[in-house]
């Protein structure tokens, strides 16, 4: 989309609606940004200083809340200063967010599932338990299909498992850059 945005009111110039789910992408990518500069204990301050592209502080402020999109390039040059690979931010991003979750690998921290006292999804408590024999980090990975095949077995809606399991999404913030 070329048209400046008001993301407030979701308004683009001449008045079209922005979609919604890019504005909870925005703000994901951003949340997920944050929470890993957070995690290595940086200010705006310091990862600004160490990108090469000389952006400001109140453009990252503006990245992290969500309020401004992102290029690749900006995203990859943001993860590359982090230590982080991008294809790891945008799929906890979207996981938290619970968006296209029917369509990527779910990361599931078993041991915190095992936690959850919901009556509805106490099935999975017992695929979890078998899960983390076979999974001595804790992490499991789901495929999409696997999940369809989970959630036909267990008597759940795609969506409604997806849902339930994105909750999980594990907080390794010490990803390593994949290159």
């Known amino acids: 989309m070329n ?22 992408i925005s703000r994901a990518l951003g949340e997920e940004l944050r929470r890993t500069r957070e995690a290595r204990g940086w200010s705006r301050a310091q990862l ?25 390039l900006r995203l990859i040059e943001l993860c590359n200063a982090l230590g982080v690979a991008a294809d790891t931010v945008v799929a906890h991003a979207l996981q938290r967010a619970r968006i296209h ?35 001595p980090d804790g992490i499991a990975e789901l495929a999409p299909a696997a999940a369809r095949e989970l959630a036909i077995f267990a008597g759940y809606t795609v969506r409604e498992l997806a849902d339930y399991l994105a909750m999980f999404v594990p907080d390794d913030t010490e990803a390593t850059n994949s290159e």
């Open 101 to 135: 979750l029917e369509n990527q690998n779910l990361r599931i921290d078993l041991r915190v599932m095992l936690r959850d006292s919901s009556d509805k999804f106490r099935p999975m408590a017992q695929w979890a338990r078998n899960k983390l024999n076979e999974t």
């Open 48 to 72: 600004v200083g160490m990108l090469p592209s000389g952006i400001g502080d109140r453009t990252l402020l503006s990245y992290e809340h969500g309020t401004r999109h992102l290029t690749v």
């Open 3 to 24: 048209a400046p945005v008001d993301l407030a009111s979701g308004t683009a110039t001449g008045g079209a609606r922005v979609d919604l789910t890019e504005r909870a």
